[in-house]
Structure formats: C-alpha cells, structure tokens
C-alpha cells in the first residue's frame, strides 16, 4: 500500500471541452481558484522536503508553487495545471502535460457552461479514472459542486458511493469525500489487468537480478566448532521473561479461528496472522488468502469472550470465532491489535431523543460525527465529535448510503449505536 498519490487537476472553462483546450488555459479563473484553496494548500517548492510527486524543488523548472494536503495517513501532491509552467509557443504544453498525463488519477473541473466530458478527448495511456467536479455558484454563498467519475473498463468499481442527483456544499465533508475518492480511485486502478501485469513483470525481474547478481557459490564450513566461553567472562543473571513477550514480535504471530462468510452464511475454518504491519486470512483448507489489510487501517473491535469483531476503513468489519471457545486466544488476538494498530474498543450506547424527538448530533457521509450538541443526551451517553458510528440499530454503517443512515437514526424508536471514540487529538479514527 501506497501512503503517498500525485493527483492531476485539469481546468475546464465555459465551452471547452478538449484536453488542449484545458492544458492551454494559462491561468486559474476565481472558481477554479476557490476549489483550490478548498482542496489543500499551496507550497513553495524550492526547499519543499515533503512528498513533491516528481515536481522540482531546486531549480523552480517545474513552477514555483504547487498543491499539497494530507488526508487521514496519507500526502497528496496535485499536479495542477494552471500551477505548472506554460509555454505560449507549444499548444501541446509537454511541460504540464509530463506530469499530468502520467497520473492514474485526474481531476477536471469545469466552470458552468463546459461542455460534457469525454475521455475520448484525452490522449493518455496512464491516465485511468477521470473525477470530473462541476461547479454551481461558484464565488457565492450557495456554491456547490456536483461529482461524477468516468474510469477505464478494467478498474473495478471504488468507493465512497456518489449519491445520485446530490450537490455538495463547499464543506470540509465535501473535501474528504474528495480526498477518499481519488485515493480508493488509484488504489482500484492498481487492481485492473494492465496494473496487475506490470506489478508482476516487475517482481520478476528483481527477483531475476537477485538470482543472477546477488548469489553466492561460496560454501560455508558446518564441521568447525565455534567457541563462546570468551565472550561473557562474567556470568550474568537470569532474566525472567517478560509475560505475553511474543506479542512484540515484528513477524506476524498465529491463530487457528473460524471466520465468518456473510456473503455465503457459512463459518471457514482460517489460520489468522498479524504482524506489525498487516493482518491477513488465510483458509485453512484451500491455502488461500481471503482477507488482508494493512494495520493503520484498523479501527476498533468489539471483543466477547470466545469471539472478536474487527473493524477496518470505514467501518467494514470481519467477524472471528476462536476454536474449541478458546477465551486465550481472543485476549491475545486484542492484545495484540492493541499493540500493533492504533484501533480501541468499540462502546455501544442506547441514545435518546429530546422534546422535539432529536438525538442531538450530526453525522457526515462516513458515519463521523460532525457535531455534537453540548450537555444533550448524546453528549451525557459519552458521545464526542470525532466518534465513528459503525453500526446503528445492528445495521453495518458501511452498508449505508448517508441518506439511509440519517433516515435509520431519524425512524428508529430505540436507536442503539456502537462507535469507536476518536484519537486523544479528536480526530476521528
């Protein structure tokens, strides 16, 4: 997994539709400037030291000043194009469109009056999924910006869902939406044939230049005895071995579980591994891996005694049964979830309503709680903005559109939610 995208952002004005028409327009109009400063923040780049996507930070040969922001764990660098260096003499514009043309992912925005957009205008063989942001009222207090995606018939479908005939707002809620589009965006495309066949073309040259490069004839003798009594002149103490020590290793540690199928109503018998860095399934009897993710995108669990719930991303969860109603192996599994994920546990609250039949928050597309009304009922129940809903009413959150989650919250007689509290900062996990 990749923590750091280069993202292009191409600009459309009223009546263009073509991508030299886009790569020529030499400087950004007021709206596309405003959708800008919404996305992230400018950067010098001479003397950047951050994630600078190819762009020059000495010499200012690629413009003076680009588009940068983090989201979450990652660092998003923008090729834009109004930002990189424009050449009157050249309608091509081979200096922007080096690094545009060479992005997986490509933002367009379009003034009101572009004409539609079609990939067919675009001349590139990197350029996988096109995010296309059209701009309402732009420059006014109802500006608000409608999204669509057009992407190559071998890129699977990505996350979060659009929901259908809805305008953003200009809001942080929008940005992230943004910002998680473009990324789940780059990571699908790295999922289709063309990437798939890349990736393993080139494990198998390294793997062909370390076989021939790096591979000794020379033998090592196993018959001479090596002597320690030299090397500790003095004896030392016997240490007591730290309890659960095992649970610090690096390499991933095992437990035999039975998983749950949802998709199939049926428990599978799976060997569980979790090293520092991912947590992995494998299928007892066919060897296969039927579930992976990295660590950093664990969340929270909702541990019981003989069972444990695993959420990860936006609220997605596997559902794991220890063997013979082992309650060891679940207190090591979250011990060590504890140790090598920045997750918690899950608190499940029952929420009531006020005079005017209101829970007392806000929550955003993701199941995050925007807002939350001080001293309420929801704030007494331990309710905190930054909190994640992933699950109301027993509803899996990340089953739902926003609409269908407001509507649960909204309907419910009993609503009865399990969140994961944000970070000690109050950022959301």
């Known amino acids: 997994l990749s923590f750091q995208h280069k993202i292009g952002i191409l600009y459309c004005k009223a009546g263009q539709s073509t991508e030299?028409?886009?790569?020529?327009?030499?400087?950004?109009?007021?709206?596309?400037?405003?959708?800008?400063?919404?996305?992230?923040?400018?950067?010098?780049?001479?003397?950047?030291?951050k994630y600078r996507a190819q762009l020059d930070n000495k010499t200012d040969s690629t413009?003076?000043?680009?588009?940068?922001?983090?989201?979450?764990?990652?660092?998003?660098?923008?090729?834009?194009?109004?930002?990189?260096?424009?050449?009157?003499n050249n309608r091509q514009q081979l200096l922007r469109k080096r690094h545009i043309g060479n992005d997986i992912v490509t933002i367009v925005f379009q003034e009101p009056g572009a004409l539609p957009f079609t990939p067919k205008n675009i001349r590139s063989h990197f350029q996988h999924v096109f995010v296309i942001v059209k701009v309402h009222n732009p420059c006014t207090e109802n500006v608000c910006y409608s999204v669509g995606v057009s992407r190559s018939k071998d890129v699977p479908p990505f996350g979060p869902p659009i929901p259908k005939g809805v305008t953003f707002p200009k809001s942080a809620v929008f940005r992230d939406f943004l910002l998680a589009k473009v990324i789940n965006a780059e990571n699908a495309a790295h999922k289709s044939e063309k990437f798939r066949a890349m990736a393993t073309r080139t494990r198998q040259e390294y793997l062909k230049d370390l076989a021939e490069n790096f591979v000794t004839t020379a033998t090592v003798d196993t018959s001479a005895k090596f002597s320690f009594i030299t090397l500790g002149a003095k004896k030392k103490e016997r240490v007591k071995p730290r309890k659960d020590a095992h649970l610090f290793s690096i390499g991933a540690i095992m437990w035999h579980v039975v998983a749950r199928d949802f998709g199939q109503s049926a428990d599978i018998e799976c060997l569980l591994g979790i090293s520092n860095e991912f947590i992995m399934l494998i299928e007892k009897d066919s060897k296969n891996v039927v579930f992976?993710?990295?660590?950093?995108?664990?969340?929270?669990?909702?541990?019981?005694?003989?069972?444990?719930?695993?959420?990860?991303?936006?609220?997605?969860?596997?559902?794991?049964?220890?063997?013979?109603?082992?309650?060891?192996?679940?207190?090591?599994?979250?011990?060590?979830?504890?140790?090598?994920?920045?997750g918690c546990e899950t608190v499940e609250m029952t929420l009531r309503r006020n005079g005017l039949g209101q829970l007392g928050f806000h929550v955003n597309f993701e199941g995050i709680v925007a807002d939350v009304e001080p001293?309420?009922?929801?704030?007494?129940?331990?309710?905190?903005?930054?909190?994640?809903?992933?699950?109301?009413?027993?509803?899996?959150?990340?089953?739902?559109?926003?609409?269908?989650?407001?509507?649960?919250?909204?309907?419910?007689?009993?609503?009865?939610?399990?969140?994961?509290?944000?970070?000690?900062?109050?950022s959301p996990r």
């Open 63 to 88: 413009g003076t000043h680009s588009l940068y922001t983090t989201y979450k764990d990652f660092e998003l660098m923008f090729h834009v194009s109004t930002l990189l260096p424009y050449m009157p």
């Open 292 to 342: 992976n993710c990295s660590c950093r995108d664990v969340i929270g669990w909702t541990s019981g005694l003989v069972s444990i719930k695993v959420f990860y991303e936006r609220g997605e969860c596997i559902l794991l049964s220890s063997v013979d109603n082992c309650s060891e192996d679940i207190r090591e599994i979250v011990q060590r979830l504890v140790i090598v994920t920045r």
């Open 375 to 426: 001293f309420g009922f929801a704030w007494k129940a331990g309710l905190r903005q930054g909190s994640r809903l992933v699950e109301i009413c027993k509803v899996a959150v990340a089953t739902l559109t926003h609409e269908q989650m407001i509507d649960l919250l909204r309907t419910s007689v009993t609503v009865k939610v399990v969140i994961i509290h944000p970070h000690e900062d109050g």
């Open 20 to 49: 030299e028409e886009m790569y020529n327009n030499e400087t950004a109009g007021p709206a596309f400037e405003e959708f800008l400063d919404l996305l992230g923040q400018r950067v010098r780049l001479k003397g950047f030291s």
